[in-house]
């Protein structure tokens, strides 16, 4: 599967963006689904995961509560709504996919793809 992640940009803090992942080559309905973010000089990390039904999510810590993570089957997509933006949340944004489809991994090696990463930049 091929997975193409979209609608990064520049905001302002408080504000909201909606992150995109697109798949194609095979139904996103065949894994789950995870989002990362990685910052100049800090490791990739986790911000949250669906299982392939979306009956399953799981968020980061720091992400709880401001970001919601959803997909749609039919559409290949998986979202990511990003919302009361801060400026510690400016990365490159990756989805990835799993092929253990009830999963909501937390770890990145559990995933199997990735897409090439959406750049952020939350202004203060």
């Known amino acids: 599967v091929q997975l193409q992640a979209s609608g990064g940009g520049l905001v302002q803090a408080g504000d909201s963006l909606r992150l995109s992942c697109a798949a194609s080559?095979?139904?996103?309905?065949?894994?789950?689904m995870g989002w990362f973010r990685q910052a100049p000089e800090k490791e990739r990390e986790f911000v949250a995961a669906?299982?392939?039904?979306?009956?399953?999510?799981h968020y980061s810590n720091s992400v709880k509560g401001r970001f919601t993570i959803s997909r749609h089957n039919a559409k290949n997509t998986v979202y990511l709504q990003m919302n009361s933006l801060k400026p510690e949340d400016t990365a490159v944004y990756y989805c990835?996919?799993?092929?253990?489809?009830?999963?909501?991994?937390?770890?990145?090696?559990?995933?199997?793809?990735w897409g090439q990463g959406t750049q952020v930049t939350v202004s203060s």
């Open positions: 990835a996919a799993d092929r253990r489809m009830a999963g909501a991994a937390v770890r990145a090696p559990d995933y199997d793809y």
């Open positions: 080559g095979r139904p996103l309905s065949n894994y789950a």
């Open positions: 669906i299982s392939w039904s979306g009956g399953n999510t």
